[in-house]
């Protein structure tokens, strides 16, 4: 383990906490078995409460069965009653948007850090502004008309977009 390793190399990690149970378990300190048992408590009670969860939201379902630890996606998913059906989201964004519902589409690519690379100076794409970066929004109404707006960074900070 890696606490062995910075021992083998003559490095110590110290960390400072306050709570007797703050770093149970981590990578850079020898676990004692009492550690651990607090881990495995926790991860208990963490299974509880998902236990609990599930059943509360998915009546019919063997909690018991399906709370193992396993992963199932898709099919296996929907055969095990984990899911109500399977759709692309842009189906269910549809038909949200066919009852009424506001729809936003939000993206956000940060501006690039002062000197990040040989590549800083390029602009980040179609949907950039300069090589500082966007944040876009928009509403779907119903009948697919479309609001967007968007902001955008410049140098001297931001500047605000709108388009209908």
């Known amino acids: 383990?890696?606490?062995?390793?910075l021992k083998k190399e003559g490095i110590e990690f110290q960390t400072v906490t306050a709570g007797k149970y703050k770093r149970t378990i981590t990578p850079t300190?020898?676990?004692t078995r009492e550690d651990i048992e607090k881990q495995k408590e926790e991860l208990e009670d963490i299974l509880a409460l998902f236990k609990k969860f599930v059943a509360?939201?998915?009546p019919?379902?063997?909690?018991?069965e399906v709370a193992t630890g396993e992963t199932w996606f898709g099919e296996d998913a929907l055969d095990r009653g984990l899911c109500d059906?399977?759709?692309?989201?842009?189906?269910?964004?549809?038909d949200y948007v066919?009852?009424?519902?506001?729809?936003?589409?939000?993206?956000?690519?940060?501006?690039?850090?002062?000197?990040?690379?040989?590549?800083?100076?390029?602009?980040l794409g179609s949907s950039s502004v300069g090589s500082y970066g966007r944040r876009r929004s928009g509403r779907?109404?119903?009948?697919?008309k479309r609001e967007d707006s968007s902001l955008a960074?410049?140098?001297?900070?931001?500047?605000r977009a709108l388009a209908r």
């Open 140 to 144: 779907i109404r119903p009948g697919g």
């Open 29 to 31: 300190k020898k676990p």
């Open 60 to 64: 019919g379902l063997n909690v018991d």
């Open 98 to 123: 066919d009852r009424g519902y506001d729809v936003y589409d939000v993206a956000y690519d940060p501006p690039p850090e002062e000197g990040a690379g040989l590549l800083a100076g390029l602009p």
């Open 153 to 159: 960074w410049r140098a001297g900070g931001p500047v």
């Open 56 to 58: 509360t939201n998915r």
């Open 1 to 5: 383990n890696f606490y062995d390793r």
């Open 85 to 94: 059906e399977i759709r692309a989201v842009d189906d269910v964004l549809a």
